[in-house]
């Protein structure tokens, strides 16, 4: 039953990833491909913050989220918004030009080699029915669930949330009321960054961290997402979690170098059986 | 020829048509009129099966077409224009001609590549030539689609639906966005499309236009067929006054 | 129908043999060999993408299907090397038909993360399945490339048949890109909505078009593995799949010559950026960034609008 503890802890990280994911996908109907590359980002900053500069945790984490906030808007307005005429396939290839470019930095500037940090309160594990969980991996999930349920409330109370779900539902009404669509996107982007951050943050005392973190970790999150239904808050939620689960559950049976394959074999199974996955709703088709 | 019988259809909560029912007669011109948003592409888009989750029955020729598929639609001989063109710009004027067949004829990929049918593309030749003739845009044959004006795009797109010699036009606001002059030849060209047994089912706004071309008028608000009968019934109808210029009692 | 660009043909002629004539080195004989590989894949991927608007992010797939089929095979059954490599081509064919059945069915984002799992799934079974693939340390028991009796071997008589291999598979593209089907996939692809409204029977194009290049990529990747002489999985895996987009693009979608420039470009590069090997992925993103921002139709496009050619050419 331990792979129901892991699976939760790495599915948190899922989770925040598909909230990212989602977040960019309802403001712009973009599928960011450089997502994973965001949390990747986030270890390598987390490190050099700690390690390199040696600022404590409490100066470090947020001074790395406000950097992920500004980070995140930089990238739209690189990558995205000088797109002239965006179609569909430019605005595909142009995040898979981003995350290579992204990589690319995270190699030249941090080195090919894993980096860790140390753990960011004492290290203690937690007896549980049938498995333990470490201290750290209960930070993940804690933190990746007030993650989530700020991230909540800021869309439903906050006037700037729901000047993104206006966004969402019909982006000229929204302009016509007054609504910068250009500032929601670039604050979209901010906000996915600011997610892989927090994961990155918060995984890394774990997994480590290394240049080609990102890859992976953006795709199951994406699986995630889609899985709880693109566009579903909660959804991208419950996707992570189950994703984790699944996936720790199939790690357990088989030789552990199928795990990887398992998020793809949903991420097919989702798009051909049930695209709007378990909780997405279908916005009106219009022609 | 073509009739629609209690067509409807819901977007969301919106019912987007609701229990149209009416009849396209063979070989003379119908308009489609009405507000914006009334349903009118809506309606084209179920005839030509794109739009499933659909009430009612559509019948071409007394044959039952309701849930035919778009390729299927088209190979019994319904061919339309649309709002926004669709033609690929990086192509030239005679080669956009040529999507308008290949659906049709099919010809074999195999001997295309290998230049082995070229008696074939002789004779799409000379309907590529017929076409741009009858449109008037042959001086502009081989120049590329990008440099042409909207008049000249206008002209070539109703050029592709009609080199595949259908049975129905559906034409999707034919005269938008040309002059007076354009306008004119329009008219004359459909007059000629008529004569040669080509029935039109054609949504417009330019009332001129219908006026001067159309055999029967429809028109539709919010989805409701609020009018059916020649222009001369419908100019004077209050109904479709009011939903043109609004309720004045409202 | 199109000319066929004649002159285009003959440059690409007069480039093989002259580079055959005077490049001596066989270092840099093997860089335009892989050239020729990644050409035709990326030729492959540009029909996809560039012609039918197809992201197979997966296709890097077909080419290590390709390859390992064909080994695995003659060394299993004892077949000869060409025979081989044609049974290798067809399972992939198939391959893709059983993938792309559901998956075409899919569109932009959805298409592209489809194939991209089903890419990684194929990378997977590459490293597991050891007793087949031979694993991550990868396949050896590759024997010597015979064809047609006589036996191939070396970085000049190998060059000599990829260089044949590679000019007949340009010549039939051009042939293509001048006939009726290169505007029924670009038709496709500016708009889906127009070609079903006259006629065309997308699902079935886009399938025909799937199996095939995924055919010929496996061809490729069958002689490749020959010429190589040991293949393991990490150059069928999804970096692969980046590199032949990239090479799509800069080189310029829906061209011949795109996937040919773009493979040269970035085929070459690594060889010019030896000493600043660790930016070649910045680069990498940076051409490939710049093309979709600045030069949509890719560097191809540039040269016609240098060189001030029109549509009939």
């Known amino acids: ?287 | 020829m073509l009739q629609i019988k209690n067509v409807g259809i819901n977007f969301g909560g919106v019912k987007a048509l609701d229990n149209v029912s009416f009849d396209v007669p063979c070989g003379c011109i119908t308009a489609l009129i009405g507000p914006n948003g009334a349903g009118k592409t809506t309606l084209f888009n179920i005839i030509t099966g794109f739009l499933k989750n659909k009430t009612g029955k559509i019948f071409f020729e007394n044959e039952n077409i309701t849930n035919a598929q778009p390729y299927h639609v088209f190979a019994k001989g319904i061919s339309r224009t649309f709002q926004n063109l669709n033609l690929i710009s990086e192509l030239s004027l005679k080669e956009n001609l040529l999507l308008g067949i290949i659906g049709k004829d099919n010809p074999s990929a195999v001997k295309s590549i290998l230049r082995l049918n070229s008696k074939y593309w002789h004779r799409v030749e000379k309907k590529i030539d017929y076409c741009m003739e009858i449109t008037g845009i042959s001086e502009w044959r081989d120049r590329k689609t990008d440099e042409m004006p909207y008049g000249i795009l206008k002209y070539l797109e109703m050029a592709r639906a009609i080199i595949n010699e259908p049975k129905i036009l559906l034409l999707d606001e034919p005269a938008a966005g040309l002059n007076n002059v354009e306008k004119e030849n329009l008219m004359g060209l459909l007059s000629f499309l008529i004569n040669k047994n080509i029935t039109i089912f054609m949504v417009e706004h330019d009332m001129n236009f219908v006026s001067n071309l159309a055999d029967n008028v429809i028109c539709l608000n919010y989805g409701k067929v609020i009018a059916n009968g020649s222009y001369a019934d419908i100019r004077n109808n209050e109904e479709v006054i009011k939903a043109y210029l609004g309720d004045p009692d409202a | 129908m199109r000319k066929i660009n004649y002159p285009f043909l003959i440059f690409v002629l007069i480039i093989l043999i002259l580079a055959k004539f005077l490049i001596k080195n066989e270092y840099y004989l093997s860089i335009v060999i892989f050239g020729m590989f990644n050409a035709i894949n990326a030729s492959c991927f540009n029909i996809l993408l560039g012609y039918t608007g197809i992201i197979s992010l997966g296709q890097a797939a077909f080419y290590g299907i390709g390859a390992y089929f064909a080994v695995t095979v003659a060394a299993s059954f004892g077949i000869n090397p060409m025979p081989a490599i044609i049974l290798a081509s067809l399972f992939s064919a198939l391959a893709a038909f059983i993938v792309g059945y559901p998956t075409l069915k899919l569109h932009g984002h959805y298409l592209a993360m489809a194939t991209l799992g089903f890419g990684m799934i194929i990378y997977v079974l590459m490293n597991e399945m050891a007793f087949i693939t031979g694993g991550p340390s990868g396949f050896l028991d590759i024997s010597q490339f015979k064809f047609l009796g006589i036996s191939i071997y070396g970085e000049h008589s190998f060059y000599i048949f990829v260089a044949i291999m590679f000019f007949i598979f340009t010549v039939l593209f051009e042939m293509f890109d001048k006939s009726y089907l290169s505007y029924k996939l670009k038709f496709i692809k500016e708009s889906e909505f127009a070609s079903k409204s006259f006629g065309i029977n997308i699902f079935k194009t886009k399938l025909i078009v799937f199996t095939i290049t995924a055919g010929i990529t496996a061809f490729n990747g069958g002689v490749y593995a020959y010429y190589s002489g040991f293949i393991s999985p990490v150059s069928f895996n999804f970096n692969y799949s980046i590199e032949l987009l990239t090479m799509a693009i800069v080189g310029g979608l829906g061209t011949v010559s795109g996937g040919i420039i773009g493979a040269a470009v970035l085929t070459a590069l690594p060889e010019f950026m030896a000493s600043i090997e660790d930016y070649e992925m910045i680069l990498y993103g940076c051409f490939l960034a710049v093309t979709i921002i600045f030069l949509p139709g890719g560097l191809t496009g540039l040269i016609k609008r240098i060189t001030g050619k029109n549509a009939s050419d």
Request: aromatic letters at 12%.
């Open chain 1, 1 to 287: 039953m331990q792979f129901i503890y892991s699976g939760i802890t790495s599915g948190s990280i899922f989770a925040l990833v598909a909230l990212g994911f989602n977040i960019i996908y309802n403001t712009t109907g973009i599928i960011n491909f450089a997502q994973g590359e965001f949390v990747m980002i986030g270890g390598m900053l987390i490190y050099t913050l700690l390690s390199i500069y040696g600022l404590p945790f409490l100066i470090a984490a947020p001074l790395a989220l406000i950097i992920a906030l500004f980070l995140g808007a930089l990238f739209e307005r690189v990558f995205i918004k000088s797109v002239r005429s965006p179609n569909e396939i430019k605005l595909i290839t142009i995040t898979i030009a981003a995350s290579i470019i992204l990589r690319g930095l995270g190699m030249v500037i941090w080195g090919r080699n894993s980096l860790s940090v140390e753990a960011y309160i004492p290290y203690k594990i937690l007896e549980l029915p049938a498995g333990t969980l470490t201290s750290n991996s209960l930070l993940v999930i804690i933190v990746s669930l007030i993650t989530a349920f700020s991230l909540s409330l800021f869309f439903k109370r906050s006037s700037l949330g729901k000047a993104f779900r206006a966004c969402y539902d019909d982006k000229v009404a929204a302009s016509i009321c007054g609504v910068d669509v250009s500032k929601i996107r670039m604050l979209a982007f901010g906000i996915a960054a600011l997610l892989g951050v927090i994961a990155g943050i918060v995984t890394t005392p774990i997994t480590y961290v290394a240049y080609t973190d990102g890859i992976m970790t953006g795709l199951k999150g994406f699986a995630a997402a889609i899985l709880g239904g693109l566009g579903s808050f909660w959804g991208g939620v419950a996707g992570g979690l189950l994703l984790g689960i699944f996936e720790g559950f199939f790690a357990s049976v088989f030789p552990s170098g199928y795990k990887d394959a398992f998020a793809f074999l949903i991420i097919l199974a989702v798009l051909f059986l049930r695209p709007k996955g378990l909780f997405g709703k279908k916005k009106a088709e219009r022609l």
